[in-house]
């Protein structure tokens, strides 16, 4: 059985954590909701550094914890990424990547050193003390010592929180990179949306200690039920593959069933799968297909939900021809005028498109 199976319960001083969620063994599941939600809480509690009185944590046919048995950190084949990199500042890079590796048998080791090096783009710093590294140097340096444990599992938390946004956009690659490289799942615990969008394939969203939804991370970026879509910045993630590139204007169209968008030239090769941002705020609605425009993405849909957020604004859930959804944040006044409803036909003008992946 590929899956990761959590089931917590705890009284953790004044603070209840009652989790339940199950999550495939591939790609990352970002647990997410806000500060005190309870997102460390359940990682530790996965990484056996707390116990639980009642609890199970399962990988595959792998049993960490369950009623009869606990199996403690030391024997847990994974790997943890924390918020500060834990480097010891008195080693070099090397040796603080080959510590990693020690914890390992050789016979049972997975990771070859050298494409994790690679991957990480650590080859020039493996010579550099710790202590002499930037924080991002420092964190993608924390993040291959865990990948050289060859774990089963990797736990990340909140690995770039403590980053300016330069170093953020500078590591967000090789982030994205160990989910194609390395077939490593991952539990990645965030507070960031944008953060999720771009790495995460599934998600939990967390809340006073509780798992109050779990899903595709795209799906419940946009569910109106729950917060993220009421945020200032809230998105929505679509999936296509890169159809063609437009030498005389650069860009790049990114297509999927029934529709495509443009994104700003990119160097990606045709056929490859790619992962968009659209903002709620950039999707504008019109009940006819328009020619006689400058937005260039338009996208056939259909409305699916509405929510008014405030006296002034509506968002409108909709869903595109593929069963992907799309979120947009209009006016009141435009969607009485346009007669918004469940189930009507719609045209979704969208004025930009962010790569993610």
């Known amino acids: 059985m590929s899956e990761i199976e959590v089931r917590l319960q705890s009284q953790l001083g004044d603070f209840e954590l009652n989790v339940d969620f199950t999550a495939p063994a591939q790609g990352v599941t970002a647990l997410f909701g806000r500060s005190g939600s309870g997102k460390t809480s359940v990682l530790r509690a996965v990484a056996g550094l707390v116990r639980t009185p009642q609890g199970l944590v399962r990988i595959n046919d792998e049993v960490w914890q369950d009623e009869k048995r606990f199996v403690p950190t030391h024997r847990r084949p994974l790997g943890y990424v924390f918020q500060e990199a834990s480097l010891f500042p008195h080693l070099s890079v090397q040796r603080n990547l080959e510590y990693g590796m020690s914890r390992v048998p050789e016979q049972e080791r997975q990771i070859p050193y050298h ?46 929180s403590a980053l300016d946004h330069g170093a953020k956009q500078i590591i967000l690659p090789y982030l994205e990179s160990l989910h194609d490289e390395f077939a490593i799942p991952s539990l990645y ?30 799906n419940l970026l946009t569910r109106l ?32 069933h ?43 849909a259909r409305v699916i939900d509405t929510q008014d957020i405030s006296q002034t604004q509506v968002l409108v859930r909709l869903e595109l021809e593929d069963g992907q959804t799309l ?18 036909p719609i045209y979704a003008q969208v004025k930009s498109v962010a790569l993610l992946s």
């Open 225 to 256: 039920d729950l917060p993220l879509a009421s945020y200032d910045d809230a998105a929505s993630l679509l999936v296509g593959t890169v159809s063609s590139h437009d030498h005389t204007y650069h860009l790049t169209w990114v297509s999927m």
């Open 258 to 300: 029934g529709g495509r968008v443009a994104i700003p030239r990119e160097d990606l090769p045709v056929g490859r799968r790619a992962r968009v941002q659209v903002q709620a705020r950039d999707v504008s609605l019109s009940i006819r297909a328009h020619s006689d425009t400058s937005i260039i993405n338009i996208l056939p």
């Open 115 to 160: 494409d994790v090096v690679e991957l990480l783009g650590l080859s020039e710093l493996q010579r550099r003390a710790a202590n002499s590294l930037s924080g991002g140097e420092r964190q993608r340096v924390a993040i291959a010592r865990a990948l050289l444990t060859s774990p089963r599992l990797l736990l990340m938390d909140e690995p770039l």
């Open 327 to 344: 979120l947009s944040r209009i006016t009141r006044r435009s969607a009485m005028g346009m007669g918004i409803r469940e189930g009507i």
């Open 189 to 218: 615990v965030s507070h960031d949306p944008n953060e999720v969008a771009r790495l995460a394939d599934r998600m939990v969203l967390m809340d006073n200690g509780k798992a109050i939804a779990q899903g595709d991370a795209a």
